[in-house]
Each structure stands twice: as structure tokens, then as C-alpha cells.
T-cell receptor, first 112, second 113 residues
Framework: DAKTTQPTSMDCAEGRAANLPCNHS???????VYWYRQIHSQGPQYIIH???NNETNEMASLIITEDRKSSTLILPHATLRDTAVYYC?????????????FGQGTRLTINP | GAVVSQHPSRVICKSGTSVKIECRSL??????MFWYRQFPKKSLMLMAT?????????EQGVEKDKFLINHASLTLSTLTVTSAHPEDSSFYIC?????????FGSGTQLSVL
């Protein structure tokens, strides 16, 4: 079973920041928070991941609360191409590859 | 980023035939490969995990004799759907693992008539 909960859907205006929340209250100390997105009929695309510190890359920022029970993915200037299903996943990466368990994700729609 | 090649992207086959899906990691070596299945408007469901040179581990409810996985090298894994039936029609996605990161193939849409 997925260890995260996300809103089913969200809307955001083009050019604005999209903030996608995720709850992972049962996260373990060695588990990372990963974000992927999936555009229709394509494989998931890696966005960002983090353990406890906030992270930023060319695609997005990841804000993790101090207790690590929730996080927010921020797309700073959303475009129409950011319309997709966004998955928040927790996964342990210690000791080799561990599987990803996908929840239902958030369907983000960017409106013109 | 890492390049993953999955093909075919789309395949239509008759009921009872077998279909092979290939997944290659083109610029990295993946010791672990995950195979997922996705039905329309649903999330990805893990089918099996394979490590190079060893037998795959299947998730509960996934028939190992029907979904044959071969992971003969660090850059190639295959999934064969044997004796396909219409209910096997789905979107199949491979995911090679490299350290902390998992990458995904572009998926294979299988339609069984």
C-alpha cells in the first residue's frame, strides 16, 4: 500500500506557482520523499527527491516539514506542459534499490 | 538524465500469442529492474522486481509463468506476456534502478484482441 496521501486533483493558472501537498505521516527515518509526474500515455518522469532538507533543481522545489510528515512540491512558474498526474512516493534507498509504491497521485491541470 | 529505451511502444496481438517487451538502459547499468502495469485512469501497479542474473520476485497476484522476466545483463531486461488474453491489455512500464534514482521507460501499450 502507498504510504502517502495527496489531493485527487488541483488546478493552477498558467504562470503562477503550483503547490502540490503530500502527507506521509508514517515515513521512516531512512525513507526519501520522491516526486514523479506522468503525462498521458508516457512513462513517469523524475522530478525531485529529498530526505529532510529542502531541495531545488531546474524543475521544481521540494519543501519537507521539520517532522518529515508532509512535503510540498512547488512548480514556480507553471506552464500548460506541466499538466500531468503528480506522484509523491516514499522509498528507502539504503542497501540497494527499493521499489516504488505509487498512490493515486494528484491530477494537476494548468489553465491558460 | 539517464536514457531508458523501451520498445515496442505499442503492440496489438491476437489472443493466445506471446509478446515480448524490451527495456534497455542506454547510458548506465541497472542492477535492478522493476516492471509496472497501468490500467486506464489508474495508478502504476508493481508486477515484479528483477536483479541481474537472478530470478525475478513477483508481487502477490501476478502469475510468474504468464509474465516471464529475463534480466540477463545490466543494460537489458525483457518482459514476455505469454498466451496473452484481452484482460492483459494494459500499459506496461519498465523502471531500471540506479542508486537512489529510478528511471522509467516510455511504456508499452499492449492491446490483445
Amino acid at each position: 500500500d502507498a504510504k502517502t496521501t495527496q489531493p485527487t486533483s488541483m488546478d493552477c493558472a498558467e504562470g503562477r506557482a503550483a503547490n502540490l501537498p503530500c502527507n506521509h505521516s508514517t515515513i521512516s527515518g531512512n525513507e526519501y520523499v520522491y516526486w514523479y509526474r506522468q503525462i498521458h500515455s508516457q512513462g513517469p518522469q523524475y522530478i525531485i527527491h529529498g530526505l529532510k532538507n529542502n531541495e531545488t533543481n531546474e524543475m521544481a522545489s521540494l519543501i519537507i516539514t521539520e517532522d518529515r510528515k508532509s512535503s510540498t512540491l512547488i512548480l514556480p512558474h507553471a506552464t500548460l506542459r506541466d499538466t500531468a498526474v503528480y506522484y509523491c512516493i516514499v522509498r528507502a534507498a539504503v542497501g540497494g534499490a527499493q521499489k516504488l509504491v505509487f498512490g493515486q497521485g494528484t491530477r494537476l491541470t494548468i489553465n491558460p | 538524465g539517464a536514457v531508458v529505451s523501451q520498445h515496442p511502444s505499442r503492440v496489438i496481438c491476437k489472443s493466445g500469442t506471446s509478446v515480448k517487451i524490451e527495456c534497455r538502459s542506454l547510458d548506465f547499468q541497472a542492477t535492478t529492474m522493476f516492471w509496472y502495469r497501468q490500467f486506464p485512469k489508474k495508478s502504476l501497479m508493481l508486477m515484479a522486481t528483477s536483479n541481474e542474473g537472478s530470478k525475478a520476485t513477483y508481487e502477490q497476484g501476478v502469475e510468474k509463468d504468464k509474465f516471464l522476466i529475463n534480466h540477463a545483463s545490466l543494460t537489458l531486461s525483457t518482459l514476455t506476456v505469454t498466451s496473452a488474453h484481452p484482460e492483459d491489455s494494459s500499459f506496461y512500464i519498465c523502471s531500471p534502478a540506479v542508486g537512489e534514482k529510478l528511471f522509467f521507460g516510455s511504456g508499452t501499450q499492449l492491446s490483445v484482441l
